[in-house]
T-cell receptor, first 116, second 112 residues
């Protein structure tokens, strides 16, 4: 079965640079969530989108923005990168459509961002 | 404030025995609970879930028990296998389709 795809898998950036992470949800999933996991930490919710509209917002810095496109893929844009942004960034998807509804969120493999 | 707590950072069991992973939560508004398994450098893999209207859900070797009055849930793995060795995260959501709040995880090691 198709899973959540994230790209790139690894990214190295310098301080103050920008980064764009991409997420392709499971086919027919309409909801995308972004999480950040620091070293030895639990995943922390950043932001979510449902049908291309932001549905919830967590502890996402103002330097970050995200959007969901018409094909349901999502991009997380990170600017003015700081050393503390180094983490694993996970995207997850789920479906709120009646025919394919799922409470469960399915995660991608993550993007490891290293800021030097 | 950690709303989902996994107080045991690690657990070691023998192959074939039962593994019991525990999770406590503080937010009484949580109504859906999930367990994820995570290997290093991979994303969390969904294992099993339970709605607050149930007290037990079973899927093969995995059973999740929910005690709402105690705000406690547990994951039982029987029999445990070496391939089960991973970090297990407990997660909770409010309203089903909303963000997940995770515990800090329990590292399970199943010894052959």
């Amino acid at each position: 079965a198709a899973g959540v795809i994230q790209s790139p898998r690894h990214l190295i950036k310098e301080k103050r640079e920008t980064a764009t992470l991409k997420c392709y949800p499971i086919p027919r999933h309409d909801t995308v969530y972004w999480y950040q996991q620091g070293p030895g930490q639990d995943p922390q919710f950043l932001i979510s989108f449902y049908e291309k509209m932001q549905s919830d917002k967590g502890s996402i810095p103002d330097r970050f923005s995200a959007q969901q496109f018409s094909d349901y893929h999502s991009e997380l844009n990170m600017s003015s990168l700081e050393l503390g942004d180094s983490a694993l960034y996970f995207c997850a998807s789920s479906s709120r459509q009646r025919a394919t509804f799922s409470y469960e969120q399915y995660f991608g493999p993550g993007t490891r961002l290293t800021v030097t | 404030d950690q709303q989902v707590k996994q107080n045991s950072p690690s657990l070691s069991v023998q192959e074939g025995r039962i593994s019991i992973l525990n999770c406590d939560y503080t937010n009484s508004m949580f109504d859906y609970f999930l367990w994820y398994k995570k290997y290093p450098a991979e994303g969390p893999t969904f294992l099993i879930s339970i709605s607050s209207i149930k007290d037990k859900n079973e899927d093969g070797r995995f059973t999740v028990f929910l005690n709402k009055s105690a705000k406690h849930l547990s994951l039982h793995i029987v029999p445990s296998q070496p391939g089960d060795s991973a970090v297990y995260f407990c997660a909770a959501s409010q309203g089903g389709s909303e963000k997940l709040v995770f515990g800090k995880g329990t590292k399970l090691t199943v010894n052959p």
